[in-house]
């Protein structure tokens, strides 16, 4: 079965800073791969996906990430942390083909220090 | 065009009692699914609904339950509430559930306090 796993509950960086969030995910077939923003009070919005068109993969607001078969991991950067990126962050693996149901990691609380 | 819209936004209940959220997709949109947000538990996927059918369900027990309208709107419905109900109920929405890699957009949520 499909699933992800998020290293670090809680994640603190200076402003200015690199993010790095980290997520290995297992999964039997080629995988579609999702992370996911959560700021206070709303619903998740999408930062970028993975669906095998390039390895490494932009996203909105300056985030990337790179799929490493090899090490089964898809971690997202940033190379300089902003006081607005303070927020929840969900990896998420597409169990079929396309987004019908996506298992999610258990989140990573990303903290600006200013 | 507006996005995925959910009501209400919050809502307390007692145990025992039964609760009905709606969801409204973005236009155009025909697949709609459902999460439950837990501390404890993180993201679980509900169930998932197209054209009227529902499609996947997750592993929740059967006081959980949904439909979808014709229209595309969605709602769950929870019976017999227990404390451990409490969380924020999200739902999302695709164009169709094609096999594509179409993203799931996500409403704010509703947050559901069981006391």
């Known amino acids: 079965a499909q699933s992800v796993t998020q290293l670090g509950s809680h994640v603190s960086v200076s402003e200015g800073a690199l993010v790095l969030l980290r997520c290995n995910y297992s999964s039997s077939v080629p995988p579609y791969l999702f992370w996911y923003v959560q700021y206070p009070n709303q619903g998740l919005q999408l930062l970028l996906k993975y669906t095998s068109a390039a390895t490494l993969v932009k996203g909105i607001n300056g985030f990337e990430a790179e799929f490493k078969k090899s090490e089964t991991s898809f971690h997202l950067t940033k190379p300089s942390a902003h006081m607005s990126d303070a927020a929840e962050y969900f990896c998420?693996?597409?169990?079929?083909?396309?987004?019908?149901?996506?298992?999610f990691g258990q989140g990573t609380r990303l903290t600006i220090n200013p | 065009k507006a996005g995925v819209t959910q009501t209400p936004r919050y809502l307390i209940k007692t145990r025992g009692q039964q609760v009905t959220l709606s969801c409204s997709p973005i236009?155009?949109?025909?697949?709609v699914s459902w999460y439950q947000q837990t501390p404890g538990q993180g993201l679980q996927f509900l169930f998932e609904y197209f054209s009227e059918t529902q499609r996947n369900k997750g592993n929740f027990p059967g006081r959980f339950s949904g439909r979808q309208f014709s229209n595309s709107r969605s709602e769950m419905n929870v019976s017999t509430l227990e404390l451990g109900d409490s969380a924020l109920y999200l739902c999302a929405s695709m164009p169709s559930p094609s096999g594509s890699t179409d993203t799931q957009y996500f409403g704010p949520g509703t947050r559901l306090t069981v006391l």
């Open positions: 998420a693996v597409s169990v079929s083909q396309g987004a019908q149901k996506l298992v």
């Open positions: 236009s155009g949109h025909r697949s």
